[in-house]
């Protein structure tokens, strides 16, 4: 059996799974680490093992965006996108080129404090439905972006995607 890179799957004891129409019989429905593709896997081809919980040190992007450092745990996922944590000051420096914003209100929660903002460009504001919020972890003081499609990269894979990038703009100039 081929083992595949970076696919993690965790369910709860106390969770019952409900099986998508569209998947196969006797197969699981799979998200990739950092987003991407839904891949269905045979049952049998599954294996238990420990999930690593420990945060990582990397980088984090969007698409071909900015690489800002952060911490990560792999299977902490929202909708298979990665969920970095930032130093405030790599916050500000994301929300920086994200474009204007304007804070909309914070809410102070028992283990984090949420700060809620809208784009400049969304006036009259709704402060019900923020566009962007921004979670501090009170125990830490990371930050942290709901909802964003983020990949991760070890410093390992920052330097391969640096020189695919760098290689990719000559593609063409020659």
């Known amino acids: 059996m081929e083992k595949c890179k970076d696919y993690f799957m965790k369910v709860s004891a106390a969770v019952e799974l409900e099986?998508?129409?569209?998947?196969p019989e006797h197969h699981i429905p799979i998200c990739r680490v950092?987003?991407?593709?839904?891949?269905?896997?045979?049952?049998?081809?599954?294996?238990?093992?420990?999930?690593p919980t420990e945060m990582k040190e990397g980088f984090a992007r969007i698409e071909d965006g900015t690489f800002?450092?952060?911490?990560?745990?792999?299977?902490?996922r929202?909708?298979?996108?990665?969920?970095?944590?930032?130093?405030?000051?790599?916050?500000d420096k994301v929300?920086?080129?994200?474009?204007?914003?304007?804070s909309v209100g914070t809410e102070e929660l028992e283990d984090e404090t949420v700060h809620n903002y809208m784009w400049k460009i969304n006036e009259p504001y709704d402060d019900d439905t923020p566009d962007v919020c921004v979670y501090v972890d009170k125990s830490t003081g990371?930050?942290?972006?709901?909802?964003?499609?983020?990949?991760?990269?070890?410093?390992?894979?920052?330097?391969?995607?640096?020189?695919?990038?760098?290689?990719?703009?000559?593609i063409g100039e020659v």
């Open 19 to 23: 099986r998508p129409k569209d998947c």
């Open 34 to 51: 950092g987003g991407g593709a839904i891949l269905w896997v045979a049952e049998s081809h599954l294996e238990q093992t420990e999930f």
């Open 68 to 76: 800002y450092p952060c911490l990560c745990n792999p299977v902490q």
């Open 78 to 91: 929202w909708n298979g996108w990665a969920c970095p944590y930032f130093t405030k000051e790599v916050m």
């Open 95 to 102: 929300l920086e080129e994200c474009g204007e914003m304007v």
């Open 142 to 170: 990371l930050h942290y972006l709901d909802g964003w499609c983020w990949d991760f990269y070890t410093p390992e894979e920052k330097k391969q995607a640096e020189d695919e990038d760098a290689s990719e703009l000559f």
